[in-house]
């Protein structure tokens, strides 16, 4: 079972961006960027589009910070598409500024603990540095959304207490508020 302070688990998928299929290879981001990886159960559901296009509409924000999006499910690269090629009021997510990423084999969602016997992926949030090692989790259960910006203060933490490694983030912190010196 993977937990935080570990190297994540390596993947390579098809995943659909823009109007095209293409690989991609977790690995590659190392030592490049940070990535927030997310799973979501299905396309064409009700919860998932709300996280996603709000997650695209912080992605200039992510991009800021250094951060690439990977948004996962148990769907095809294929279904991946026709959604991105739907339009938001018909139903679809419309295009997207990050890949969405086939777990079609479900190897991905298992290797990261969050497929449920049903066969869909609970939604798990997992925050990786550029060195590969997962620095948060969280996992919610089908029916609950996650919050974008909770995602983007934590990532805004951990890139601190990175750069900063003798000083500690308390709780509901951001960005130039004040931190803990670490005394240990």
């Known amino acids: 079972m993977i ?8 993947f390579e998928a098809l995943a659909a961006f823009e109007e095209d299929i293409f690989k991609v290879r977790l690995s590659d981001y190392r030592k490049k960027k940070y990535v927030i990886l997310f799973f979501y159960p299905l396309d064409f559901t009700f919860v998932c589009p709300t996280e996603i296009t709000s997650f695209d509409d912080y992605f200039d924000t992510f991009s800021d910070l250094d951060t690439e999006i990977l948004g996962i499910s148990v769907d095809s690269e294929f279904s991946h598409l026709t959604w991105l090629d739907t339009e938001r009021e018909y139903g679809g997510i419309g295009l997207l500024n990050y890949p969405l990423v086939s777990d079609l084999t ?3 969602s298992k290797s990261y603990n969050v497929l449920l016997d049903s066969g869909v992926a609970l939604r798990g949030l997992f925050i990786i540095d550029k060195d590969g090692i997962i620095q948060y989790s969280t996992i919610t259960n089908l029916s609950v959304g996650r919050s974008v910006e909770e995602t983007l203060r934590i990532l805004q933490a951990i890139q601190y207490v990175n750069n900063n490694p003798d000083e500690s983030c308390p709780a509901d912190w951001v960005p130039g508020e004040k931190t803990i010196q670490n005394e240990f």
Do not use: H, N, T
């Not at 937990?3 to 390596?10: R, S």
């Open 106 to 108: 479900k190897e991905i």
């Open 3 to 10: 937990q935080v302070g570990q190297l994540a688990p390596d």
